[in-house]
Nanobody, 119 residues
């Protein structure tokens, strides 16, 4: 079994910053791409940022230049540094990873952490 647990969400004023963390734990042999998604009320879940094992990154156009995804492979952890936050960034943020565990590559999700950007 593999678990992903997000932390670092909260309430922040427009223009502020937050840093999300998501460590993976359990029976892990290898972790491939790690991602952050978000889902606002009434909207579909959307990809925010992704990072490969060797550090290649990809961002949604709406967050380019403001968000930075990173990972610490030794700690099985993915991060999302969010700067210059806007009200439209308000959403539940989920981490996701493809993990090789017990001979099987599975798709795993965290439970989500709320990010609210409001004055």
């Amino acid at each position: 079994q593999v678990q992903l647990v997000e932390s670092g969400g909260g309430l922040v004023q427009p223009g502020g910053s937050l840093r999300l963390s998501c460590p993976a734990s359990g029976s892990i042999f290898n972790i491939y791409t790690m991602d952050w998604y978000r889902q606002a009320p009434g909207s579909e879940r959307e990809l925010v940022a992704a990072i490969t094992t060797d550090g290649n990154t990809n961002y949604a156009d709406s967050v380019k230049g403001r968000f930075t995804i990173s990972r610490d492979n030794a700690k099985n952890t993915v991060y999302l540094q969010m700067n210059s936050l806007k009200p439209e960034d308000t959403a539940v943020y989920y981490c996701h990873a493809h993990v090789l565990s017990k001979g099987y590559v599975g798709s795993y999700w965290g439970q989500g952490t709320q990010v609210t950007v409001s004055s």
